[in-house]
């Protein structure tokens, strides 16, 4: 997980040792609710329960209405896995828990945002549609840590206030997609074919940032 922090670390210090010349650079806290999914495999499925999700990001302004993001949040969520097939041997019977007592994960996000604002600038309140991409890293209970692509879209208002502070209230949905393994099928001239199989999580999520403008 270092590795990847790292360049985020220099990129944050880098920026904010500018910030005094800088315009429209914000400081951006995260704090929202994040849903359950279901995740299914050939013989088992797992779910990502609700959780608490944090983390920080800078935004910079390219244009009034439009920003870009650099951004970090965690997911902390217990991840069970069931079985489809009972598992004799183990005692787990059919959609029993396969990982009883060690179920506790995360996944975190850094991600690159772009979002547009709806509206005059000098406006209290703004709507706003956003989309971003980049990576999971995923610690995942007994399998281990993996890194894998990830996406969000988001939409919400930012309300402004007299000070350098606003704060916007969204909803977003983010999800992460790895390779499972592979399907095989029959094919007349080539005989058996083996095709990348990926699982996806959909999570939808509330939130709240506060934002710390260094321009004002």
Known sequence: MKKYLL????FFF?????????QSLLLNFYAGYTFSDRVDFDSSYARVEDGFEYGAGLEYFIIDNASIELKYNRLDARMPLYTK????AAGIPAGGQVNAGDDKGAINYILADYTYYFGSSS????????????????????S???????WEAKAGVKIKTDSAFSINLNAYLQ?????????????YYWGPVAVTDYASTFQFGLGAVLSYDFSK
Do not use: C, H, R
Request: proline letters at 7%.
């Open 7 to 10: 360049p985020a670390v220099v």
């Open 123 to 142: 406006q209290k309140a703004l709507p706003f549609l956003g989309a971003g991409a980049g990576i999971a890293v995923l610690e995942a209970p007994q």
């Open 175 to 187: 999800s992460m997609s790895a390779a499972v393994g592979y399907d095989y099928y029959w094919d």
């Open 144 to 150: 281990g840590n993996g890194t894998y692509f990830a």
């Open 14 to 22: 880098s920026i904010t040792a500018s910030a005094q010349s800088a």
């Open 85 to 88: 097939a009972a598992l004799p």
